[in-house]
């Protein structure tokens, strides 16, 4: 039943896929779709590539330190290795949480501190979506100055930000508030369900102590780079298509971290992206470029995360050989 299960939901958003992808070309027309794509200089685009990398290797320091807060002081290598693998699956698998998953999983396998891994994880999360929604504030903030809020919609995604930021700076005060604290986990402790599914004791290990504080100051310092990043991958993206000016850079401060809440959810293929493109074409951007802009960046990024997928290919064929080794001794002992 679960594989039915899973075998439509599969269908379902391979149906999406294709459907988006038929309206856009429908809509755009294959021609100029293909002749938009020929005009993105590879310069730009490899550019792109190398700012994702750095951006996931800054995110590897980032996750390693969460990890040690929260005692798993796991190796460079083999966190660069699961952060990878974790970002492999984050853009191949049409889930932006399924990633995550894997590396609570393997953490919990090996060191037996799956609790612990969720909560550095979940903070690590945390802290990229904040400073994505700071930095929308910033581009927001730029666009009123600039009076550039002619759109009914682009006036809505604005207001949309600043509430999703003051969510975020809520659910920050919680993390470190100890009065807030102690009103959640009396309210918690008078249901049985929230016992029951644990709520307690997985809140208990996000919670920042006092003593945390150098570590926010650490991690605050790397998510905004890491995401200042993750924007100028789109940035130089759009340079490839022309696209990129001082007069339009703001939008790309607004319109990217949108797209980067999206990928929390487990949207298929196609959606996030052209969201993405109907945004900038609110902005002014030409129709096909924008489009077209938004699955380039998305190319790019499925490029930068086979590093994870040859990473998770090449463990998987250890484990298999080790195994088969395991098999051989013991047949060879009887």
């Not at 009076?147 to 993390?175: E, P």
């Not at 998305?298 to 088969?324: E, H, Q, Y």
């Amino acid at each position: 039943m679960q594989r039915i299960r899973k075998l439509f939901f599969t269908l379902a958003k391979l149906a999406v896929t294709a459907a988006v992808i038929f309206l856009l070309v429908g809509k755009l027309g294959w021609e100029d779709i293909i002749a938009t794509t020929m005009q993105a200089k590879p310069v730009w685009l490899v550019s792109g590539l190398l700012v994702f990398l750095a951006s996931g290797f800054l995110g590897v320091v980032q996750w390693r330190i969460l990890l040690k807060n929260r005692g798993i002081p796991l190796p460079f290598g083999r966190s660069f290795r699961l952060y990878f693998v974790g970002m492999f699956f984050n853009n191949f698998m049409t889930g932006g949480i399924i990633g995550d998953a894997v590396k609570v999983v393997s953490i919990k396998s090996r060191d037996g501190k799956g609790m612990a891994g969720l909560a550095a994880t979940f903070l690590d999360r945390f802290a990229g979506l904040w400073a994505m929604s700071g930095f929308a504030i910033i581009g927001s903030i730029i666009l009123l100055a600039r009076g550039s809020l002619s759109s009914g919609k682009i006036g809505t995604a604005v207001i949309s930000l600043a509430a999703t930021f003051l969510l975020f700076a809520g659910i920050m005060a919680f993390l470190v508030s100890k009065p807030l604290q102690n009103l959640f986990f009396k309210i918690t402790g008078s249901f049985k369900i929230f016992s029951r599914f644990k709520v307690d004791q997985i809140i208990s290990e996000m919670l920042l102590e006092a003593h945390d504080v150098h570590v926010i100051g650490k991690v605050a310092l790397l998510s905004a780079l890491i995401q200042l990043l993750r924007i100028g991958v789109h940035a130089l993206v759009a340079g490839s298509l022309g696209m990129l000016s001082a007069s339009n850079f703001h939008y790309f401060f607004i319109f990217v971290p949108i797209v980067a809440m999206l990928m929390t959810i487990p949207l298929p293929f196609g959606i996030r992206e052209a969201a993405g493109g109907a945004l900038f074409t609110l902005a002014g951007f030409p129709m096909d470029a924008a489009f077209v802009m938004g699955f380039l960046a998305t190319l790019v990024g499925l490029a930068a995360s086979m590093v994870g997928g040859l990473f998770f290919i090449t463990d998987k064929i250890v484990v298999r050989g080790n195994r088969n080794e395991e098999n051989l001794d013991c047949s060879t002992a009887v």
